[in-house]
């Protein structure tokens, strides 16, 4: 197949790249800056549609991850670069998709599992599960969020590609022993005996190992009838507190220094984020990928942990 993965120079761009080209496929990543890789690489302005767009045209599959990093604070410059990055990049993918002679059979769109609702009392799938934006135990703040997985999706459903199957992917965090990624930098936090519960440690965690989020991509590549949002996680989200005390145990480490709401809005501030996201209770669970017949090999965390705490060890061997 020819892949193309716009904005895929990210963490999950490469799990995704390094995964296809291993099996044979053809992978072209647009990218505002290409840098070498084993892969080709294209540039776009991820706005309008220029020569990039003859990539589009004859390949078989669309994976657009584009979408600046949320990991910023929200003043009104990085709200608007959030906002405007993932809905002008979607929309460009859409009109060189409408536009192709020959447009890819399957389109599969960049969504968030931060969609879904503030909650602790039942997970939530595509069918059943609540959107956020009304819940009373959120704070306003964390609005923002709702508004651009909201938009990012409309951007998506508006094109009009008759041609091309469109999947919105609304993804937990991918977890690879990757440097710089989020599991990278959780087990850092484990590493130097900070690796306790954030703020109560109720809060669900929702995450999905990238062997099977690479998996599950394949999986929907190839099932014509899934259509619409699919939630991409593990089976089982876990309450921080517990989380954590996983990790800590896959690497050997008993004990890890909590952080209350307090020091993580002062650390959030330093660090120049948000404590959204770490606090946000995230309990999503892939009820359309189940019903489907996808197996999961990383159902659980506990067996997901010490898979990854293997591969960083052996990632960078002393």
Not at 72 to 80: I, P, T, V
Not at 216 to 235: K, Q, T
Request: aromatic content about 8%.
């Amino acid at each position: 197949m020819k892949i193309v993965i716009p904005g895929g120079s990210g963490q999950v761009g490469a799990v995704l790249a390094r995964a296809f080209v291993a099996d044979g496929h053809e992978v072209v990543v647009l990218s505002r800056n290409p840098v070498k890789a084993p892969w080709r690489m294209v540039q776009w302005d991820a706005e309008t549609v220029g020569a990039w767009s003859a990539e589009v045209g004859g390949a078989d599959v669309v994976i657009n991850l584009a979408g600046r990093s949320v990991n910023c604070r929200y003043n009104a410059k990085n709200r608007r670069l959030i906002l405007d990055s993932r809905v002008h990049s979607t929309r460009a993918v859409g009109k060189a998709i409408a536009q192709a002679a020959r447009p890819p059979r399957v389109w599969l769109q960049a969504s968030t599992a931060t969609i879904y609702a503030h909650r602790f009392d039942a997970p939530n799938d595509e069918a059943t599960g609540v959107l956020g934006g009304s819940e009373a135990s959120a704070p306003e703040k964390w609005q923002f969020s709702i508004d651009v997985a909201k938009a990012w999706e409309q951007a998506a459903l508006e094109a009009v590609v008759p041609r091309t199957r469109l999947l919105l992917l609304r993804s937990a965090m991918t977890m690879s022993p990757d440097r710089g990624g989020i599991f990278d930098v959780l087990l850092g936090l484990v590493r130097k005996g900070l690796g306790g519960k954030s703020g109560n440690g109720r809060q669900y965690v929702s995450w999905i190992h990238d062997q099977d989020f690479i998996r599950a991509i394949y999986w929907l590549i190839d099932h014509e009838e899934f259509h619409g949002p699919v939630n991409l996680a593990s089976p089982n989200p876990v309450p921080n507190a517990e989380f954590m005390r996983s990790l800590r145990a896959a690497w050997g480490i008993r004990l890890g220094l909590p952080a209350a709401k307090w020091m993580l809005a002062l650390g959030a501030f330093f660090l120049r984020t948000e404590t959204e996201l770490v606090l946000k209770s995230r309990r999503v669970v892939p009820g359309r990928l189940l019903q489907s017949g996808f197996e999961f090999r990383f159902s659980t965390w506990a067996q997901a942990a010490a898979d990854l705490c293997r591969r960083w060890r052996e990632l960078r061997p002393t």
